[in-house]
């Protein structure tokens, strides 16, 4: 999947959760982030904190790759 901004970003990682079947109560005790950080990156809010939302991008297998265009 293309990432092109904050909500399909946030459809990938709700995807991925979801192919896991891990509820966002599941990862909030798992990680320590707050329930409402992870709906809110799900949601694609553009000021989730990037450090925390690379956690959660880990914790669920994903890899998040950046190239070059071109």
Do not use: C, W
Request: aromatic share 6%; proline share 1%; no cysteine.
């Amino acid at each position: 999947m293309k990432i092109i901004d904050p909500k399909s970003l946030g459809k990938a990682i709700r995807e991925r959760r979801k192919e896991l079947h891990y509820t966002q109560a599941y990862l909030s005790e798992f990680t320590g982030l707050s329930i409402s950080f992870i709906s809110d990156l799900e949601r694609g809010k553009a000021t989730a904190e990037i450090g925390k939302a690379l956690q959660i991008i880990n914790l669920l297998g994903m890899d998040l790759l950046v190239e070059k265009r071109g």
